[in-house]
């Protein structure tokens, strides 16, 4: 077999950490102790992470292909991004500028809002299964499953045992997912209070922003403490070794973005999608062809 | 009211007519009168075809944007791509390289394939009324509900009388649709025979192109003159005022980009989206951001 990705080197010099590692969220963890204004394991400045943005859509591009091409051979591979912060963190720009530069065939995104009235009918897992990607493709979730231990917990949308069940079906649920071939990325971007108050004044201040205010942000803001607590809990229950959280420095948009993609592109060269062998004769197509 | 795209030259010099005038299937239209290799009404090369692509992405993102910005006004807009075309023509790298400009979050592309038993259950436009862009987005089809009047009737799917109907059911759906206020682009790419045995005999020649081949291509390709006559009817019943084709000649795929990216960029310009006015009292929201 050739080596398939020889053209792209493993990582520049300037991660002088693997960014699964430097930001993966593993036993002993405290979000408290993250810097929002971190660059972890990243060494250069915003240039040069943009550049390397650039560099890193290419390679995105040219594995999402491949992912897609396995499955029309058989494979079940498939990757699942979970995106989950707090409001303004940036979640809408790594879609934009992350997931954007690969073909939009190839991507399922879904932003998963307060639920129905149907959905609350079900179980909380009903609304997300319907929603995970299927083989050769990429989904996205913006915002998840993980809404219903976050918003959920702080605000008492269920009872407290429910709230507990949760932690344990969620987990199931992605080992699930795991065992059929999705490889599940989950990310939780980290802004600081400081940040999110000065994005959220200028959402106030530009007539081209206004749409993206919602007066209910300043609720949730409110209860930030809250949120940090509950997304701790989540940490600590839902980090696995099959579906580990990474917390992501979002103060910086540009290292978040490159530390997404590197996600991303990691858990791609981790499938290492190979171009299916044809299901047809080479020969005989190209003979049936040249008769037309 | 502020002109909004006064950084946008309406046209390059190189376009001699307006794309949506040139390519527009009107009275007396014959298909076999196309030259699948000219660009109609566009006098430049691919490297002015590629710089006004590269140009027309950023117009095409920020209409995107504002068109979703509105629908959260509000507004009830939505634009929706209908691509159809023989094999190899070019359909994906539309998407990719055309849609694929635009903030993921904003568009909805779906591919139409083979029907299934439960489809085939229902009247043929059931399965596609299902998947119309809601208000703010951008849809695209990829294969359409003219499939059932192109190979259902090249192959008789269906009996001649219901192929004959589906003409009326298909101007009756689009015009309730185009009075909901979503703006239809229909595109068909054409392409010469010659142009489609020779991307077939690429893609059977690449290890990387194999699994974009199916032997079932040729089959079709087999029927090429019945199929363009088949065309040649859709565009004689279903070319309306209100939702016009386009034939986009596509043997130039760089040509074929660039003319679509235009005829969706004309379709937001006409939309004209505006950013809405906030539902909020702003004073109020500043004080209370302040206050946390």
């Known amino acids: 077999m050739n080596a398939p990705h020889a053209s792209h080197p ?3 010099s300037l991660w002088s950490t693997d960014p699964g590692t430097a930001l993966r969220v593993g036993r002993g963890f405290r979000l408290t102790d993250v810097d929002p204004s971190s660059t972890p394991g990243f060494d250069g400045k915003k240039k040069h ?4 943005l650039a560099d890193g859509a290419d390679e995105l591009s040219e594995l999402q292909e491949r992912l897609f091409a396995a499955s029309t051979g058989g494979a079940t591979d498939a990757v699942l991004l979970v995106l989950q912060a707090m409001d303004t963190a940036g979640k809408g720009g790594i ?42 493709r990429i989904g996205v979730f913006d915002r998840s499953h993980y809404e219903d231990v976050l918003i959920g917990r702080v605000r008492e949308l269920a009872p407290a045992d429910e709230i507990e069940r949760r932690y344990g079906a969620i987990n199931d649920f992605e080992q699930t997912l795991v065992e059929r071939g999705t490889r599940i990325v989950k990310v939780m ?3 600081s209070s400081d940040e999110q108050k000065s994005r959220l004044t200028e959402r106030l201040e530009r007539p081209d922003k206004y749409w993206k205010y919602n007066p209910g942000d300043v609720d949730e803001r409110e209860l930030w403490p809250h949120y940090q607590d509950a997304y701790q809990i989540v940490f600590d229950r839902t980090s696995t070794s099959l579906a580990p959280w990474h917390v992501v420095p979002a103060n910086h948009k540009w290292f978040a973005r490159l530390a997404v993609q590197r996600l991303l592109i990691d858990a791609l060269r981790g499938i290492d999608p190979q171009w299916p062998a044809p299901e047809y004769d080479i020969a005989v197509e190209q003979a049936r062809l040249a008769a037309t």
């Open 189 to 191: 971007l980290q802004i």
């Open 95 to 136: 879609v934009r500028h992350v997931v954007g530069a690969v073909d939009p065939q190839g991507v399922d995104h879904y932003a998963f809002k307060k639920p129905t009235k149907e959905e609350l009918s079900h179980d909380f897992l009903w609304r997300v299964e319907s929603r995970v990607p299927s083989a050769g």
């Open 49 to 52: 992470a943009e550049a390397e």
């Open 10 to 12: 493993p990582l520049s």
